[in-house]
């Protein structure tokens, strides 16, 4: 006679991804800080790249960049000879994801995936990620993609319409913190899942505008605080297991690394003319980059060009290393997806992705807020050109003109990277400045946590192992 399976003792756990949280920032985060002191607080060994993308593949599968493949924010996708950035979905994920685990142990477990990344056609039960609405005469409408669908008509009668504006860009805000926090209330509220991931921006930004050591910065930490109250507040009622996280801790910088355009100089990266416009072109480049933060994917077209592209990259100022295949091993980035060289920048450094020598050729997309037709990561497009005294105003019409239903390019980016103050990408070099993990459930306690084992902890704490 077969013995009955044992029934799942199901228990509730969300996992708040805090953009840029440091042990460094604690203290002016009561509400998070609280988590950590109910349980426990540890550091958060990152992956390479430091990254979004990266990261949260890893933290939702257990593995490294070299099995699940998102090696970056984005990356030269062979196949259609294109850079492709901030692409969603789950399918470029490989492997098995924490929920798909949990139902394996219990079938009924739901989970819900609101704004983390990689969550178009992911098999989980509920859904929210900004989806803006293009038109077909060019204009972006702000909106989000959920699951079950019915899920945005409520978002939207609720808190408004997803405030797209105040999520990236020079007018990203606290207001799309609280809208996500709203949202994920919302979710507790209506559809009760047993594990929820929840993202939260907004130190993403003053921390990248103006350095993780300013004034600023801690005002955003106080801002990101007081915004989670209620949210925490909520789950704790609810008994809910907390998990606070994030993916990187970002660094003050001062110096932009022009990469491509190094490359370009030296006859390696090509570029195609159409209208007095520049465009990177893969086809014929012998070697370019695809620029993210601090880190910079080199995809060299001939194998014998690699050690001249290698000699190029490491003469730079502001190149801290330069890896191939084998030294890519190392860091668990040996994946197809890279490139044949990655190249890292010293810690006061990062990577733009500028390849025109001559600001008016740059591309018009250059100076909007355009992330998938960039050929690598802009931070410039949080700020307003400081050289356009205008920019502004005319942000504002433009505004104004979108919601009115009327094309309005917002061209109000500078073309100046001197502006950005904060950046990451590189493994830390201090804890204090490193991902940090916070756990209500002390029971769950150990010296240090790495990303890879997260996906397990995350089943455990739902009773799920």
């Known amino acids: 006679m077969t013995a009955p399976t044992p029934a799942v003792r199901r228990k509730k756990t969300a996992v708040l991804c805090t953009v840029g949280l440091t042990p460094r920032l604690l203290p002016h985060m009561p509400n ?4 950590g002191e109910q349980g426990f607080t540890a550091p958060l060994d990152t992956v390479f790249p430091a990254v979004t993308a990266t990261v949260q593949a890893t933290l939702t599968t257990g593995t490294l960049p070299r099995e699940h493949g998102a090696v970056g924010n ?24 924490v929920w798909q685990a949990a139902r394996r142990h219990d079938p009924d477990h739901t989970t819900a995936y609101l ?65 996500i926090a709203g949202a994920a209330r919302h979710v507790a509220d209506t559809r009760d899942p047993d594990l929820s991931f929840i993202y939260v921006p907004h130190l993403d930004y003053d921390l990248q505008r103006f350095g993780p050591d300013s004034p600023e910065a801690v005002r955003a930490a106080r801002e990101a605080d007081a915004a989670l109250g209620p949210l925490l507040a909520d789950l704790r009622d609810r008994g809910t297991t907390v998990v606070a996280l994030s993916e990187y801790g970002i660094s003050p910088v001062s110096r932009p690394v022009d990469i491509n355009r190094a490359l370009r100089r030296e006859g390696l990266l090509s570029v195609y003319a159409q209208r007095g416009m520049e465009y990177l072109d893969p086809y014929t480049s012998r070697a370019f980059a695809v620029a993210d933060h601090q880190a910079a994917h080199v ?15 490491k003469s730079l100022d502001g190149v801290d290393e330069v890896w191939d295949r084998t030294q890519q091993a190392d860091y668990g980035i040996d994946h197809p997806n890279a490139g044949e060289l990655v190249a890292v920048s010293e810690p006061d450094a990062w990577f733009t992705y500028y390849y025109w020598l001559d600001d008016a050729r740059a591309p018009d997309f250059a100076r909007g807020v355009e992330i998938h037709r960039k050929p690598g990561y802009d931070p410039a497009e949080l700020f307003f050109d400081p050289a356009d005294p205008a920019a502004k105003a005319k942000a504002a019409l433009a505004v104004l003109k979108k919601k009115a239903g009327m094309r309005a390019p917002l061209q109000v980016v500078p073309l100046d990277p001197g502006c950005v ?16 993990l916070l756990c209500s459930d002390p029971s769950q306690e150990r010296p240090r946590y790495h990303a890879t084992e997260v996906k397990d902890l995350l089943l455990r704490l739902g009773g799920l192992t």
């Open 421 to 436: 103050r904060g950046s990451h990408g590189r493994l830390p070099g201090d804890d204090r400045d490193a991902p940090v």
């Open 115 to 179: 704004c983390w990344w990689w969550a178009m056609g992911a098999d989980v039960d509920t859904v929210l990620t900004p989806r803006p609405v293009y038109h077909y005469d060019g204009r972006k409408a702000p909106d989000c993609y959920t699951v079950p669908a019915a899920l945005r008509d409520e978002l939207t009668a609720a808190q408004g319409e997803f405030p797209l504006f105040n999520y990236w860009g020079p007018t990203a805000s606290l207001t799309s913190t609280r809208w």
């Open 32 to 35: 998070v800080r609280a988590i």
């Open 74 to 97: 984005g990356w030269y996708f062979r196949d259609h000879g294109e850079v492709m950035m901030w692409r969603q979905h789950n399918a470029l994920v490989r492997g098995e994801k």
């Open 299 to 313: 995809y060299v077209a001939d194998p014998a060009d690699v050690p001249r592209v290698r000699d190029v990259l």
